[in-house]
Each structure stands twice: as structure tokens, then as C-alpha cells.
């Protein structure tokens, strides 16, 4: 019972890097989502998809991409890394109504 | 102004203690309303999902809508210590599955604290 699955949990990235956030799941949800979560901040949605193939922006995409070959897949692609993208990231799937979340994944830009 | 406005906290409470745990918001087009709990570095896990007012019970939870004074809790009873944790608040409007994606606004969380 997996759920949503996000790798890697812990990155350091230098300024300027690249990188891609993994995100898969086994529930067959058509919705994926990207969040990302700032002390006193509360949780933003950067990218979010209702089918594959299908993608657009949230709150804050500045930074980052995504795309959505399959219904389990839902990566998260940040381009020229930059200390503001110091975050942790939710990947989410929903089938509808709720949300499910993964276990996050720690960034920090050096 | 902040759609949702949650407070911080941090909450400290008596292990046994009844918590109150709360929201406003601002859009009243907001129908569907749901309660996170987010232990330390973890994902946020759905404890409650609401629709329109009224309340609803859970076990030890109970979640509770007032759309009139657009207000949302959260209670809990006979709190344990391993009720301590982050707890958020989220809605959302009745939106079209294309024009909305079913996306959540969240608060920002309050933190809780059951001692023994």
C-alpha cells in the first residue's frame, strides 16, 4: 500500500544546479500536485495536473516544470537552483475530493 | 488579507485535555472543508473532510463548518500525547474537474502540544 512516493527525501543542490524531484502513484488518481511547504507559510501549490498530458501553473511556478506522461508519474523538474528554492516538497495525488500526500522531500540550495 | 487565517500556535494542553482547534476565512465560495495532521517531518495525512456546515465525528475528532460566520474547528477530545502535532486547515470551491484541478487553499497551521 504504497501511496504517493517521492525521491529522493534529503538533496543539497548548489546555486545554478538542476535537478528533478520524482513523485509516482498507485492509486490511479487523475489528480497529481506539487507543493511546497515554508515555515509560517503554510503549503503552496506550485504545479498541479488532472490527467496525463495535462498540466498548469499554480501559485508560485516560477523556477520549476513539470510533466505528466502517465497517471502515476508527476515529476518536478527545478531549473537553476536558487537559495529561495530552499524548501521541502509535497508531491499529492487526489482522486477527486481529498488529497493524499507524500512524505516530502527536504531541498536546500547552497 | 489572507484567505485562511489559522493560528500558529504553539498550543500547549494537558494530556486528557479537550482541544479547539480553528480557521476564518474569507471566500464564501469555499464548500468543501478538510483537516490535515502533520507530524514532524512527515507528510500531511487527511484526519476530516467536510461539506457545507454542520458537524461531523470521528472517533475523538470532531469537525465543525459554519459557513454563516465562515469559521471552521477542529476539536479533539481526551487529547493523547500522540495528538502532538501540526494541524491544518483547507478548502476549496465547487470548481469544474477542468477549470479547478480540485486545489486546495490551506492555512498556515497551528502546532499542538499534549504533556503528560
Known amino acids: 500500500n504504497a501511496g504517493v512516493t517521492q525521491t529522493p527525501k534529503f538533496r543539497i543542490l548548489k546555486i545554478g544546479q538542476s535537478m528533478t524531484l520524482q513523485c509516482t502513484q498507485d492509486?490511479?488518481?487523475?489528480?497529481m500536485y506539487w507543493y511546497r511547504q515554508d515555515p509560517g507559510m503554510g503549503l503552496k501549490l506550485i504545479y498541479y495536473?488532472?490527467?496525463?498530458?495535462?498540466?498548469d501553473k499554480g501559485e508560485v511556478p516560477n523556477g520549476y516544470n513539470v510533466s505528466r506522461s502517465t497517471t502515476e508519474d508527476f515529476p518536478l523538474r527545478l531549473e537553476l537552483a536558487a537559495p529561495s528554492q530552499t524548501s521541502v516538497y509535497f508531491c499529492?495525488?487526489?482522486?477527486?475530493?481529498?488529497?493524499?500526500f507524500g512524505e516530502g522531500s527536504w531541498l536546500t540550495v547552497v | 488579507q489572507k484567505e485562511v487565517e489559522q493560528d500558529p500556535g504553539p498550543l500547549s494542553v494537558p494530556e486528557g485535555a479537550i482541544v479547539s482547534l480553528n480557521c476564518t476565512y474569507s471566500n464564501s465560495a469555499f464548500q468543501y472543508f478538510m483537516w490535515y495532521r502533520q507530524y514532524s517531518r512527515k507528510g500531511p495525512e487527511l484526519l476530516m473532510y467536510?461539506?457545507?456546515?454542520g458537524n461531523k465525528e470521528d472517533g475523538r475528532f470532531t469537525a465543525q463548518v459554519d459557513k454563516s460566520s465562515k469559521y471552521i474547528s477542529l476539536f479533539i477530545r481526551d487529547s493523547q500525547p500522540s495528538d502532538s502535532a501540526t494541524y491544518l486547515c483547507a478548502m476549496r470551491s465547487l470548481v469544474g474537474v477542468t477549470g479547478g484541478g480540485n486545489k486546495l487553499t490551506f492555512g498556515t497551521g497551528t502546532q499542538l502540544k499534549v504533556e503528560l
Open positions: 467536510t461539506y457545507s456546515s
Open positions: 492509486m490511479n488518481h487523475n489528480y
Open positions: 499529492a495525488s487526489s482522486p477527486g475530493n481529498t488529497i493524499y
Open positions: 495536473s488532472v490527467g496525463a498530458g495535462i498540466t
